[in-house]
């Protein structure tokens, strides 16, 4: 019987390795590469024991991952991202109206538009 209790131990142990390897692999998706690795060197030298390592590493990269989304960083529009959305107004009808915007941006194709335009143009095509 004491070989199987050593089993479900090892087992256990597993189960939370997985979870703390999920957790890690979260915070790396998430928020990089650097505070993923802060909370794989920090958290099992202050607790000592893989299990409430594993615990802990998992809490962390949950607040991380609500910090994250908290605070979203604001990528730039990509010329894809806008060209996707200008297209789907011109296939709803809008073809006169997405022309419109482009010739009040000061040019006759998306490619011309600066792409500190981009935001601005997107909001005046969400209306249409």
């Known amino acids: 019987m004491g070989k199987v209790k050593l089993l ?7 189960r ?9 692999a979260d915070a790396v998706a998430d928020s990089g590469a650097a505070e993923a690795e802060m909370t794989t060197t920090k958290e ?9 390592a594993g615990k802990t590493a998992k809490n962390t990269a949950k607040k ?3 910090a994250a989304k908290q605070e979203p960083e604001e990528k730039p529009l ?13 296939r709803s009808g809008h073809t006169e109206e ?13 490619s011309e538009i600066d ?10 095509a969400e209306v249409l």
């Open 8 to 14: 479900l131990d090892v087992i256990g142990d597993l």
């Open 16 to 24: 939370s390795l997985a979870d703390s390897l999920q957790a890690v």
């Open 44 to 52: 099992p030298e202050e607790t000592g024991k893989a299990g409430r």
């Open 64 to 66: 991380e991952a609500k």
């Open 78 to 90: 990509t010329l894809e991202e806008v060209r996707a959305v200008l297209a789907e107004k011109s």
């Open 98 to 110: 997405v022309r419109a915007l482009l010739n009040k941006h000061g040019a006759d194709k998306l």
């Open 115 to 124: 792409p500190a335009e981009y935001a601005a143009l997107l909001a005046e």
